[in-house]
């Protein structure tokens, strides 16, 4: 039996979507593979033990999720104020939100060097206090959390909006304190769109390029990200060790959005109507 | 203990919501607050809640002072007209979240908790839905839960916002019944809010009519429905019909309808009547009129009639066994009699009544 639908079509817009995923995802990542498979398992394995590129790829996975995790907090604070609050100027700040977005990442970049230097602004107050930013692993959250930051809030705000205040008033009759109503109400209901964001916080965190290199200062096992050993590697006509590095980044990124995507899963699974 | 609220007013930057509002509820009373939208029913019952807060006034509970308590201790059971399920938690964990989130010394433990749980399911008749989730639920289902959620915290008062509003008829209908035996066995102070008076005087042992901020009347049911005390009542409250008076000498006229001696010694020049439908019947003589529309509802006959001496429309309800054997068609000629009629004295000042000069008139009793 055909069951008859309003919208007709679906034949048709699953044939669009896998021929464009195809080509745009599917295609440049087999060539990236197929590339990398130009370097032996010896090498491979020498590669991927060698410290330079274990410290960055530290830097980078590590890097992006203390950012992500940090962006989650903050924006889930942004995302709060700017929904449950109106006061003058609300529109202003929230079109803000959106610049990481907009700004060329290099120019983020640049002007955060710029600030944090040792001789910028904030820098030359904060780095005689010990705190040095610039040309340090710090400085490469920074630019994680800058590039990151409008994800999380973006994800969230729709949500809070459509969140009746009821819940939280019938928490409160029913004697939950306000720590209560937040961590067993509003936060699990919060959950599923706090992990989206969070997740596209962190890809975007983990390929970061452009602004990161300027304020990384790129120190060898110190303050150097895998993108830049990739990049390195290409200067030095090294494809296939660049692809292979590649690849290593692709596989980690996926295991850690699948374990975010069940996490997801799990954390709405009221929402889903079948017992 | 009895709940007593003094004087409370509540105004929000446009309007007041509530205007000096005095009242006092019994121990085991079922108390209805019934008003149109805006009236501030509402914004009492959320006052009684510990969500809003009165700029004036006090509410006392056995002599204690709410308004000194936040909403987490008041200890008062609340249901709200969308049901505010959390529904990210199952049934259970939704029934047992007002004792879950108890420190440590008062929190009963584990087995305790999902004892009481399952006699709670039992009570509200979902026994083997602890696992679902809300969305996995009806309306009626869903409100039921939102209840043994309020009540296993064991309340001494038990407030409810627009209960059944959410829901089908026939669904609103059963639950309040249900709802009705519940609070007759459990012995709790029930107040609720409802905009449906059909609702408000079926369940209620008294009725508290709300208007632009102000209690009109409070009372039983029955006198609400019979005595009105104020215009607003009596247009509120079922159907009516309206007619304005002018004094002449000593009568009570209406264009050419007379509808008796005046009542106050010439204190008012005009003044305002109430008759319901029922309170007028067809007869031999009387007001002359003439058939406009039936309306058949069942049992009850609406029948809409113009005044000749006014032409005024009125309504006049007619049981329909009746009416089948006068086999009655519009444009027919009738003459109509009042039996009963609520009046008020107007004052010269527009629309003001004198509420406290009400009088019942016979137009047509018979000697």
């Known amino acids: ?275 | 203990m009895t709940l007593l609220l003094s004087h409370l007013s509540r105004h929000f930057t446009d309007a007041a919501a509530l205007d000096d509002v005095s009242l006092a509820i019994a121990p085991g009373e079922f108390l209805a607050l019934l008003g149109s939208s805006g009236s501030g029913k509402t914004t009492l019952l959320r006052i009684l809640a510990g969500l809003d807060y009165p700029q004036t006034g006090s509410v006392t509970w056995g002599g204690h002072d709410l308004l000194n308590m936040n909403a987490r201790e008041r200890k008062v059971g609340l249901v709200f007209q969308h049901y505010a399920l959390f529904r990210h938690l199952t049934v259970t964990e939704n029934i047992a979240f007002g004792l879950r989130v108890r420190p440590r010394h008062a929190r009963p433990a584990r087995a305790e908790i999902s004892a009481r749980v399952e006699k709670l399911l039992k009570r509200v008749q979902l026994e083997g839905y602890g696992k679902r989730f809300p969305a996995q639920l009806s309306g009626g289902q869903r409100q039921r839960v939102a209840l043994a959620r309020a009540l296993a915290v064991e309340p001494e008062l038990l407030l409810l916002d627009e209960p059944f509003g959410a829901l089908d008829a026939q669904v609103r209908i059963a639950l309040r019944r249900w709802l009705r035996n519940l609070h007759e066995e459990l012995g709790l102070t029930t107040v609720f809010v409802t905009h449906d008076q059909e609702e408000a005087l079926e369940l209620a042992d008294r009725v508290a009519v709300m208007n632009r901020g102000r209690i009109e009347q409070v009372g039983t049911p029955e006198a609400i429905y019979q005595q009105p005390a104020t215009p607003f009542v009596c247009e509120f409250i079922g159907k009516v019909n309206k007619f304005e008076l002018r004094r002449e000498q000593d009568r009570l006229i209406c264009g050419a309808l007379e509808l008796g001696a005046d009542p106050w010694a010439r204190r008012y020049d005009r003044a305002v009547a109430y008759i319901r439908p029922e309170h007028l019947a067809l007869s031999a003589s009387g007001w002359k009129a003439h058939l406009r529309h039936i309306y058949l509802a069942g049992s009850v006959a609406h029948l809409e009639l113009a005044l000749d001496a006014s032409e005024q429309i009125i309504e006049v309800d007619v049981p329909s066994e009746d009416l089948l054997q006068m086999s009655l068609q519009p444009g027919a000629e009738l003459y109509v009699e009042a039996r009963t009629a609520t009046v008020f004295p107007l004052l010269d000042a527009p629309g003001e009544a004198k509420p406290e000069d009400r009088r019942v008139l016979k137009p047509h009793q018979r000697a």
């Open chain 1, 1 to 275: 039996m055909q069951r008859r639908r309003v919208l007709p079509g679906f034949g048709l817009s699953l044939g669009y979507v896998v021929t464009y995923l195809g080509l745009i995802v599917l295609l440049p990542l087999a060539a990236l593979a197929w590339k990398a498979s130009g370097v032996g398992l010896h090498q491979l394995l020498q590669l991927l033990s060698s410290p330079r590129t274990l410290a960055a790829l530290r830097l980078s996975f590590g890097g992006a999720l203390v950012a992500a995790v940090f962006n989650a907090v903050i924006g889930l604070l942004v995302a709060w104020v700017m929904t449950r609050y109106r006061f003058p100027g609300r529109r202003l700040l929230d079109a803000f939100i959106d610049l990481p977005f907009a700004l060329p990442t290099a120019v983020a970049g640049i002007a955060l060097t710029a600030i944090y230097a040792p001789n910028g602004w904030l820098g030359q107050w904060l780095v005689p206090l010990g705190i040095q930013i610039a040309y340090t692993p710090l400085g490469v959250m920074m630019a994680m959390v800058f590039v990151g930051f409008p994800f999380v809030v973006r994800t969230l705000q729709p949500v809070l909006e459509a969140m009746d205040r009821d819940v939280e008033e019938a928490a409160a009759s029913l004697g939950a304190t306000r720590l209560q109503t937040f961590m067993r109400v509003i936060l699990p209901m919060l959950m599923p769109a706090l992990l989206t964001g969070f997740a596209l916080a962190l890809a975007r965190a983990v390929g970061e390029y452009g602004s990161v290199i300027f304020i990384a200062g790129n120190i060898p096992m110190h303050s150097e990200i895998a993108p830049l050993l990739i990049v390195e590697k290409l200067e030095q006509v090294d494809y296939a060790g660049a692809a292979a590095l590649g690849v290593v980044m692709l596989c980690f990124s996926f295991v850690l959005l699948i374990v975010i995507a069940r996490l997801q899963r799990w954390s709405g699974r009221w929402a889903e109507r079948s017992a």
